[in-house]
């Protein structure tokens, strides 16, 4: 989307009021999308402990189908987990795109100077956080592994 069609610019008297008010309630969006995203992270990574531990416990009872079952079950959730992370990641580029543009029209350029002085040194959440559920795979995998093995000593 161009400037010239975000903004409209044959809005009358309250142009720049109103501009700033919806420049507010954007940027308001942008941390809900963060808090989301936070708190998704935090679902998804209670689930996968609690997954994890229940299949790790199994190996103990020898339940060896249940904990491939359980396994397999822990890496659709890590799988959904990751796509949720790049999900948030698009949408919040989304929202600080619109939000650069809106600053065209504002006396300062805050997000858009932030950005340039300082995301381009930063190592964006998105880079870190989905190593978590790349672990969680991992992890899974080496635990179908280690029951496929233990199963195969019992027959």
């Given at each position: 989307?161009?400037?010239?069609?975000l903004?409209?610019?044959?809005?009358?008297?309250?142009?720049?009021?109103?501009?700033?008010e919806q420049?507010?309630?954007?940027?308001?969006?942008s941390?809900?999308?963060?808090?989301?995203?936070?708190e998704s992270?935090?679902?998804?990574?209670t689930?996968?402990s609690?997954?994890?531990?229940?299949s790790s416990?199994?190996?103990?009872?020898?339940?060896?189908?249940?904990?491939v079952?359980?396994s397999?079950?822990?890496?659709l959730?890590?799988?959904?987990?990751?796509?949720?992370i790049?999900a948030?990641?698009e949408?919040?580029?989304?929202k600080?795109?619109?939000?650069?543009?809106?600053?065209?029209?504002?006396p300062?350029?805050?997000f858009?100077?932030e950005?340039?002085k300082?995301?381009?040194?930063?190592?964006?959440?998105?880079?870190?956080?989905?190593?978590?559920?790349?672990?969680?795979?991992?992890l899974?995998?080496?635990?179908?592994?280690?029951?496929?093995?233990?199963?195969l000593?019992?027959?």
């Amino acid at each position: 989307m161009s400037n010239s069609e975000l903004i409209n610019k044959d809005y009358g008297d309250s142009f720049q009021k109103h501009l700033l008010e919806q420049y507010k309630l954007f940027v308001g969006t942008s941390l809900d999308v963060t808090s989301k995203r936070l708190e998704s992270n935090k679902f998804h990574l209670t689930l996968n402990s609690v997954v994890f531990a229940l299949s790790s416990y199994l190996t103990t009872l020898n339940q060896y189908i249940v904990i491939v079952l359980f396994s397999l079950v822990g890496i659709l959730i890590s799988a959904v987990w990751l796509k949720n992370i790049f999900a948030y990641r698009e949408l919040n580029d989304a929202k600080f795109k619109v939000i650069h543009e809106l600053e065209e029209y504002l006396p300062a350029r805050l997000f858009k100077c932030e950005e340039e002085k300082y995301l381009k040194k930063y190592y964006g959440l998105t880079a870190t956080e989905k190593y978590y559920p790349l672990l969680f795979i991992v992890l899974y995998i080496i635990l179908i592994a280690f029951t496929s093995v233990s199963a195969l000593k019992v027959l």
